[in-house]
């Protein structure tokens, strides 16, 4: 669901957790990995993975709903 | 009912800031300037939160040696644009005076205003008429903004959600809020306040069914500003008036502006007048002027439409990136890319999004950020005004409410005690209620009222007919509404904020007896000049008082 975490590269910082505008990672424990509590108020803005201080350890999985539309 | 539920806070300032984004910052860096204790209230967090939150790309701006000497000109120009036309000509002069002196401040805090050393305009014009949109990197901003705050000594509290303001016999006093982060209830004390809430957007039903926050602004603003100040007996105004928006089709994501491709059917003839290659400076300003150009052209059986990129130089494609990754686009082409769809060769089709109405009104404060109470001040999407309309009125409200809390008595009255603990109630009968209904039940539930019975056709029949579902809605709400947590309470606050929103648009909507933009009165297909007025509600003890209001033009 929207914010994938790979474990194996997260830092547990908890920089996406303080800062996820919809608080997605809401519940998640101080020095754990953040866990996606609240997948569906995901906006895809990218704050987690621009805050995220390791580049590869979060990425957005856009769901299928917002699939574009194009020709070719 | 457990009272015990929360742990209580108190929290005194001068001037209270309700809600983070740019209008919010901007006012509490003034007001703390204005040597007023600062504290800002934010749902999520400033360095992110709000509409303009991953960045922007256009910043309206009046520059007198680009745009002439003479204000009234611009002034009556924007007054004939969509925006300028609910505003009082005083507004708009008050913004377009201000403008520049804001860019210039942005620019020497580290927003880059310039491109490659000068100021760079374009977007939002048809071809040939005088363009007033700065282009800007705005990517950084909320982080700059939010830097200003603190070194100018402000006071930042994310995760926290502002429900009601307080009263006490001199006006309002301060507000009571959740911190969904530490689960508490915090009873802020003020001298004034700055309403910065932005847009409503999960109000209608969102573009993809089912997936409600997949929206074109940012799904946290709901209208809690709104929804607040309505109850506290601010004028609300134009609120029957929907607004549609146009973009990517279904990734919902504003900003139109910054495609530089044409608009073109599928046998590749382009749909507007305006341009028939890409134009990195006008883009196809179709959208612009003819929102429906979509519906109209599936309506028709000549659709879809598509954004066509090809033909863009490497150059030219550099530079349209650039400017839609400063805009919070950058998931979108994160997306693209993963997908591997070369926007080149790949047109994108674009639609109207027809069913994500948002109201065009709201709080209406005038050209020094005051509503209609004293004490109380708004600024940004809590009206209008995108970027740069936030930037400007948040200043101003910020000056305007640092110099009225210093006539308070800075926050130190007794705690209007009724209205605390009527708040605290209902807190604490969400979270103390078993079984009872989810928020997004109630969400979906306003959703389909919304969109059935006050979207696009609208009459007095159905107006009745859904007002009469809405309250029974409000009812339901109240009374079976659960939250499991601090979150979901916050959630619920939200949809009851958005049930009293949908509850004025009914009413205002049943007001104004014409057709008038979105607002189809299909009982009433006649626009009728003499109801060029704004319609101004505000809550009374009877029920809502309406007025019909002039512009000055």
Same mark, same amino acid.
């Given at each position: 669901m929207p914010p994938v975490i790979l474990p194996e590269e997260c830092k547990r910082c908890g920089q996406c957790v303080e800062v996820c505008p919809s608080d997605v990672f809401f519940g998640s424990l101080k020095g754990g990995i953040p866990e996606v509590t609240y997948p569906d108020e995901c906006w895809h803005c990218n704050a987690c993975v621009d805050a995220c201080p390791h580049k590869g350890a979060i990425r957005l999985r856009i769901p299928l709903p917002l699939m574009v539309i194009y020709k070719g | 009912m457990r009272m015990g539920a929360f742990r209580e806070k108190r929290i005194d300032t001068d001037v209270l800031c309700v809600g983070g984004g740019i209008a919010g910052l901007m006012a509490a860096i003034r007001a703390a300037e204005c040597h007023a204790r600062v504290l800002i209230v934010e749902k999520g967090n400033v360095l992110y939160s709000g509409s303009g939150g991953l960045g922007n790309d256009h910043f309206m701006c009046y520059m007198p040696e680009v745009h002439g000497n003479d204000i009234e000109l611009q002034v009556m120009e924007f007054q004939r644009g969509q925006q300028g036309g609910i505003r009082d000509r005083s507004f708009i002069r008050r913004w377009l005076e201000r403008s520049f002196d804001i860019v210039k401040l942005w620019d020497s805090w580290g927003i880059p205003m310039k491109y490659e050393g000068k100021y760079e305009f374009a977007g939002h014009a048809l071809p040939g008429e005088l363009l007033t949109h700065l282009h800007y990197a705005g990517k950084n901003q909320k982080k700059v903004l939010t830097e200003q705050a603190l070194k100018k000594g402000a006071q930042i509290i994310n995760r926290t959600m502002c429900h009601n303001l307080l009263y006490d016999e001199e006006g309002v006093c301060g507000a009571i809020a959740i911190n969904t982060k530490e689960d508490e209830l915090l009873e802020i004390r003020c001298g004034s306040v700055v309403l910065g809430t932005g847009?409503?957007?999960? %109000?209608?039903?969102?573009?993809?069914?089912?997936?409600?926050?997949?929206?074109?602004?940012?799904?946290?603003?709901?209208?809690?500003?709104?929804?607040?100040?309505?109850?506290? !007996?601010?004028?609300?105004?134009?609120?029957?008036?929907? @607004?549609?928006?146009?973009g990517p089709k279904y990734f919902s994501r504003a900003g139109k502006a910054t495609w530089a491709g044409v608009l073109r059917d599928p046998a590749g003839k382009p749909v507007g007048p305006f341009v028939d290659r890409p134009d990195n400076k006008y883009g196809d300003p179709v959208v612009d002027v003819y929102q429906d150009i979509f519906i109209d052209y599936k309506k028709s059986g000549k659709g879809p439409v598509y954004m066509d990129c090809g033909g863009l130089s490497d150059e030219e494609l550099q530079y349209m990136l650039h400017w839609l990754r400063n805009e919070g686009n950058e998931s979108f082409l994160d997306s693209l890319e993963a997908d591997r769809i070369d926007i080149r060769k790949n047109p994108i089709e674009f639609w109207t999004y027809e069913n994500e109405l948002f109201p065009r009104g709201g709080i209406y404060y005038n050209e020094d950020g005051k509503t209609s109470v004293e004490g109380i001040y708004a600024a940004g999407d809590e009206f209008f005004g995108g970027i740069s309309g936030a930037a400007v009125f948040g200043w101003i409200a910020g000056e305007g409410a640092a110099g009225y809390s210093k006539t308070r008595g800075g926050g130190e009255? $007794?705690?209007?005690t009724t209205q605390?603990?009527?708040?605290?109630?209902?807190?604490?009968?969400?979270? +103390?209620? &078993? +079984?009872?209904?989810?928020? $997004?039940?109630?969400?979906?539930? %306003?959703?389909?009222?919304? !969109?059935?019975?006050?979207? @696009?056709?609208?009459? &007095?029949? %159905? @107006? +009745?007919?859904?007002?009469?579902? %809405?309250?029974?809605?409000? &009812? $339901?709400a109240h009374e079976t509404l659960a939250a499991r947590n601090p979150h979901e309470l916050m959630r619920c606050l939200e949809v009851l904020n958005m049930i009293d929103i949908g509850e004025i648009i009914f009413q205002a909507a049943r007001e104004r007896k014409e057709t008038r933009g979105k607002h189809i009165r299909v009982d009433y297909p006649f626009t009728n000049p003499l109801l060029d007025k704004l319609l101004v509600v505000k809550k009374t003890e009877g029920g809502p008082a309406f007025q019909w209001r002039s512009l000055k033009r």
């Open positions: - | 847009s409503v957007m999960r %109000l209608y039903p969102a573009s993809t069914p089912g997936w409600m926050f997949n929206t074109r602004l940012s799904p946290t603003c709901v209208g809690d500003g709104r929804a607040m100040a309505y109850r506290s !007996g601010v004028e609300l105004a134009s609120m029957e008036i929907p @607004l549609i928006r146009c009255s $007794k705690r209007p605390f603990e009527e708040n605290a109630s209902l807190f604490t009968s969400l979270r +103390n209620r &078993e +079984n009872g209904a989810t928020w $997004k039940e109630a969400n979906i539930l %306003l959703q389909q009222i919304m !969109g059935d019975y006050a979207g @696009l056709i609208r009459s &007095e029949t %159905l @107006l +009745n007919a859904g007002l009469a579902a %809405l309250l029974r809605l409000k &009812e $339901k």
